[in-house]
């Protein structure tokens, strides 16, 4: 198998039909051997209905049905779990990503190239989702000290070691992009054409959006622990020199501060920066208790070819 397209499935039932078509267009053009590996995440407008009877009538479609909903990434990983070609391809079903780069890609990588991402130089979304991409990646890029191009997401061709790599990852917390990050090899961006959204619309809420961050920085930084550190010492400091302030200016000119207000904006300052600590500790600490149950990624419902 020479090239495998990886498609998680959520939402857009629309698209889906012109996403096979395109996607079987393009690499019959460049390949003799391929699959197209739909993975329906358990999507509400019952798209297993389209991808079976895709799949059904192409054999070189396979289609994995989810057990449930379990997010994008862990989509990607079930499909990667089960595909087999030399080279893999990972796009969005929303034909934001063009089938058509496929071939660009597809021809940066035999140059010798591991990882060729997509750049979309021109992304055809919305301001609320450009700003928020933005506003993500800088986020991830403080607290993993990494770079990230808000430009570049999953789209993109991946060799056999780079999958091979990824699959040997076993974190529960899954970021396709951070992993492909971890594991390194040889990589290069390219432009490629972004389409604007013509069915449906994102699922990346806001408050979805923010949870994806904390569950990234979680999972691969431990900074904000340093932080923590960082901010008890310089709250002792701080409260050091305000208190040996406090001793010279009370011996050497009788000052003195009255009055419980200041006492308590003190306490329920200092209160709240504790549970804050306690909070990010308890991330870290769920996180472990995640791991360490050793549940399954994702659960397979049914498989056609």
């Known amino acids: 198998m020479e090239i495998s397209v990886i498609s998680p499935i959520y939402g857009c039932r629309e698209s889906i039909q012109e996403l096979y078509e395109k996607v079987t267009f393009t690499l019959q053009k460049i390949c003799s051997s391929y699959e197209i590996i739909f993975v329906n995440d358990n999507c509400p407008q019952n798209s297993w209905e389209v991808v079976s009877q895709i799949a059904k009538n192409d054999k070189n479609v396979k289609a994995i049905k989810l057990s449930r909903n379990f997010g994008q990434h862990y989509a990607i990983t079930a499909g990667i779990d089960h595909c087999s070609g030399n080279y893999v391809v990972v796009m969005d079903c929303d034909l934001q990503d063009k089938p058509q780069e496929i071939e660009k890609l597809y021809k940066k990588a035999l140059e010798g190239y591991d990882i060729v991402h997509g750049r979309r130089a021109q992304r055809q979304?919305?301001?609320?989702?450009?700003?928020?991409?933005?506003?993500?990646?800088?986020?991830?890029?403080?607290?993993?000290?990494?770079?990230?191009?808000?430009?570049?997401?999953?789209?993109?061709?991946?060799?056999?070691?780079?999958?091979?790599?990824?699959?040997?990852?076993?974190?529960?917390?899954?970021?396709?992009?951070?992993?492909?990050?971890?594991?390194?090899?040889?990589?290069?961006?390219?432009?490629?054409?972004?389409?604007?959204?013509?069915?449906?619309?994102?699922?990346?809420?806001?408050?979805?959006?923010?949870?994806?961050?904390?569950?990234?920085?979680?999972?691969?930084?431990?900074?904000?622990?340093?932080?923590?550190?960082?901010?008890?010492?310089?709250?002792?400091?701080?409260?050091?020199?305000?208190?040996?302030?406090?001793?010279?200016?009370?011996?050497?000119?009788?000052?003195?501060?009255?009055?419980?207000?200041?006492?308590?904006?003190?306490?329920?300052?200092?209160?709240?920066?504790?549970?804050?600590?306690?909070?990010?500790?308890?991330?870290?600490?769920?996180?472990?208790?995640?791991?360490?149950?050793?549940?399954?990624?994702?659960?397979?419902?049914?498989?056609?070819?």
């Open 125 to 305: 979304d919305s301001f609320f989702k450009s700003f928020s991409s933005k506003l993500f990646y800088k986020t991830l890029e403080y607290f993993t000290d990494t770079e990230h191009d808000y430009t570049i997401g999953n789209f993109g061709v991946y060799s056999k070691k780079v999958i091979e790599a990824i699959k040997g990852l076993k974190e529960k917390s899954r970021d396709f992009l951070l992993l492909v990050k971890i594991v390194g090899f040889k990589k290069t961006e390219i432009d490629v054409e972004h389409d604007a959204r013509a069915y449906g619309e994102s699922s990346y809420t806001l408050s979805k959006m923010i949870n994806l961050a904390i569950d990234s920085i979680i999972s691969h930084s431990n900074k904000p622990l340093k932080l923590i550190i960082q901010l008890g010492l310089l709250v002792s400091v701080l409260s050091f020199f305000v208190a040996v302030g406090l001793t010279v200016a009370h011996y050497t000119y009788g000052f003195s501060v009255e009055g419980w207000t200041s006492l308590m904006v003190s306490m329920f300052f200092l209160f709240g920066i504790l549970f804050g600590i306690i909070g990010t500790i308890g991330l870290y600490i769920g996180k472990i208790f995640d791991q360490v149950k050793n549940r399954p990624l994702y659960i397979v419902d049914e498989i056609i070819n």
